[in-house]
């Protein structure tokens, strides 16, 4: 039995040998990338001297985490963290759902391509480019505050003020990311059966109508994977943005988890303390993706695994 079993193998792997090597860069470098980097985990749990390297490094156990917890700051960042995942995924999960419903009842072909690629354009911009096209258009210059003066109001310092932040974080991501998350519900409409929309219009039915009990119906899979997904993105608002769009005068409202992160592993060079931050942060991830899942497994019969 395990001769026809290491057979069967060896055939496979004559038969499909092209294709296991098409995919093996793919691996390795996801092993290299992704798995290998896991052990400076250890860190966390030691006080890491660069000079011992980190087998070298004294272990100090749960030191770090305890550090974090006492710190008066902590309460602070991961507040943050959460109302900026919070608005992010209230007010930005359902706008690619809208806009695909949008584009899919739309008749000509030339004006469905043509919204669809302004749409995606704002994906394809960095990140440092988008917020320095914000702090053009909202500087004490810029052309929104030129308005207000026109208009006899007095100038707003959109980037100086803590109340701004957190719409305008959500509200860039929301023009950024609105497209490119229409485009898996625009395949899921495509996977419905043309039949049913064609016996929902001889029946009678609007487009309302047909909107709401077969194009949403036939995208509730869809919508549903991919809310388990960006649920874990509530703890993981990003590094990037926020640390550009932030500055001491907004502190208060634009530190996060990973910006203090920055702060204290980087700039301090508090690696061990700043990798212990980091690890809890990616705990709480899994673990609200965990609960997100199951509760839809529950409810809907539909999850990730």
Known sequence: ???????????????SGNLYLMVLPGVLGFLLFNYVPMYGIIIAFKQYDLILGFDGSPWVGLKHF??????????????????LGLYSLVFGFWPPILLALLLNELTSKWWKKFFQSV??????????VVVGMMMELLGANGPVN?????????????FNESSYF?????????????????????????????????????DGANRFRRIWHIS???????ITILFILHASDVI??????????????IYEVGDVIQTYVYRRGIIDRNFSYATAVGLLNS???????????????????????
Not at 66 to 83: C, E, G, I, M, W
Not at 119 to 128: E, K, R
Not at 236 to 249: C, D, I, T, W
């Open 119 to 128: 749409s995606y354009l704002p994906h394809f911009i960095a990140m440092v």
């Open 283 to 305: 705990v709480a991830a899994f673990l609200i993706l965990y609960v997100t899942n199951r509760a839809s497994r529950a409810l809907k019969q539909n999850s990730l695994w």
């Open 146 to 158: 030129l308005l207000l003066g026109s208009l006899g109001m007095e100038p707003i310092a959109f």
């Open 1 to 15: 039995m395990e001769r026809r079993r290491g057979a069967g193998w060896l055939r496979e792997l004559r038969l």
């Open 236 to 249: 993981n608002v990003g590094f990037e943005k926020a640390y550009l769009m932030s500055n001491p005068a």
């Open 166 to 202: 957190r719409t305008l974080f959500v509200g860039s991501g929301i023009w950024q990311g609105i497209g490119w998350g229409s485009i898996l519900y625009l395949a899921a409409l495509t996977g419905i059966d043309p039949e049913l929309y064609e016996a929902s219009y001889m």
């Open 66 to 83: 305890q550090s974090f917890f006492a710190d008066p700051y902590a309460v602070r960042v991961v507040k943050n963290t959460l109302l």
């Open 216 to 222: 949403l119906p036939g995208m509730l899979p869809t």
